[in-house]
């Protein structure tokens, strides 16, 4: 169905071609009252496409659903049908292939290395296999100013809010980080964990697809993870593989290369 406003449209067309308003609305089945209805939709939605714009400049990567989030920290709370309408009005949407080459902007650059510990924490998955078959997915959260394995969660399955578990439990003994940096994976860009960043006051860091080495820390300690512990270690089941390999993430930190560690450590418990 043609909806009112085209057939407006439509009524103003014939009009400008010489048929009379009677004569233009009865073609078009349109009631003559509604030509001159002003939608008060437009006005309504104005400051929230403002502001949606403003974000959507700023972070050029995020969706809607991303944006969603800091628009309901800044007092614009609606639901998705209506973010989702409001984006494609504004013509926000993402493009799907994005070009080889693209503009630097510091809105688009990867935060830099940290000077000190906790201010980014990046994390990712790896994944492995027990003897008796059951699959090993494992969390790995690295402190980037120091290179500390601060955990590695190990489970069948983790998705985001075993993720939010793990890292309210680390900002409870730690304190909270001022970046967290991850990849583009489904658990770390759900609305439920972007949501949780956002009102717990952190940055997120996406990096890049196909751009692994925007997390190299986190992807240098998944590597020694990988070759120190899981190719050597023959788990007979995932509860064996959490035992053991929190056991080599306790060596890992005290490792002679990570003398760091041994600052932080002292400092805490002084």
Known sequence: ????????????????????QRRATALLATARSSLKYESKKAAADAPVIGRMKELSAKYP???????????????????????HRLWRTAKLQLPKKRPRKRVRGTAREVPESPITSNEVWSYDFVFDHAANGQQIKCLTVV????????????????????????????????????????????????????KWIADAGIESALIEPGKPWQNGTCESFNGKFRDECL???????????????????????????????????????C
Not at 66 to 75: C, K, N, S, T, W
Not at 162 to 187: C, H, Q, W, Y
Not at 252 to 266: K, L, M, T
Request: hydrophobic residues 40%; aromatic residues 8%; charged residues 30%.
């Open 143 to 194: 402190d980037e100013g120091t290179s500390e394995g601060l955990a590695i969660d190990v489970a069948g399955s983790i998705r985001s809010r075993r993720v939010i578990e793990v890292l309210s439990r680390l900002i409870s003994e730690r304190g909270a980080p001022k970046v967290l940096r991850s990849d583009n994976g489904p658990e770390f860009v759900s609305h439920a964990l972007l």
């Open 61 to 83: 990567r995020f969706g809607y659903r991303r944006i969603q989030v800091y628009l309901e920290r800044a007092g614009f709370v609606m639901n998705a049908k209506r973010m």
């Open 1 to 20: 169905m043609v909806s009112v406003a085209a057939r407006r449209g439509g009524v103003a067309f014939a009009e400008s071609r010489g048929l009379s």
């Open 231 to 269: 190719s050597i270690e023959w788990f007979r089941s995932r509860e064996e593989a959490r035992v053991l390999i929190e056991q080599w993430r306790r060596h890992y930190n005290r490792a002679s290369e990570h003398p760091s560690v041994y600052v932080i450590e002292e400092k805490r418990f």
